[in-house]
C-alpha cells in the first residue's frame, strides 16, 4: 500500500469518524475503478463522434447530420431532452395521422356504400 492510500485512507476515517471493514474498502475501490472505466468509455465514444463529425462535414450532403453531431457534443442533456421531445411529437402527429385516415376510408366506406 502507497503512503498517499494509506494518508486517503486516513483521512475518510476521519471523516466517517471509523476505520473501514475490508469489505467497505474493496467496495469503494471497485466503485472508483468503475466510475473511470465509465469516464473512458465515455470519453471515447466522444472521440468517435467528433471524427465522425468530422468525416460528415467532408461530405456536403451530410453537411445537416454534422450540425446535428455538433450539437448533441456541445450540448449532450439538452440534445436528449429535445429528441424526446421530438419523438414523442412524431408519435403524436403520426397517431394523428392515422386515425383521420382511418376515419376519412369509414366516411367514404358509408357514403358508398
Known amino acids: 500500500m502507497s503512503s498517499q492510500q494509506i494518508e486517503d485512507e486516513l483521512e475518510l476515517a476521519r471523516e466517517m469518524g471509523r476505520w473501514l471493514s475490508d ?3 474493496d467496495q469503494r475501490v ?3 475503478l468503475e ?6 468509455r465515455a470519453q471515447r465514444v466522444r472521440q468517435r463522434l467528433i471524427v465522425l463529425a ?3 462535414l467532408l461530405i456536403p450532403p451530410l453537411w445537416p447530420v454534422a ?3 455538433a450539437v448533441y457534443l456541445l450540448f449532450p ?15 403524436v402527429v403520426v397517431t394523428l395521422g ?5 376515419l376519412g376510408i369509414a366516411l367514404l366506406w358509408i357514403l358508398l356504400t
Open 30 to 32: 471497485a466503485q472508483k
Open 98 to 102: 392515422v386515425s383521420a385516415l382511418a
Open 77 to 91: 442533456q439538452t440534445f436528449r431532452r429535445l429528441m424526446l421531445l421530438a419523438g414523442g411529437s412524431l408519435l
Open 35 to 40: 466510475q473511470k472505466l465509465a469516464l473512458e
Open 54 to 56: 468530422g468525416v460528415f
Open 67 to 69: 450540425a446535428g453531431l
Open 23 to 25: 469489505e467497505e474498502r
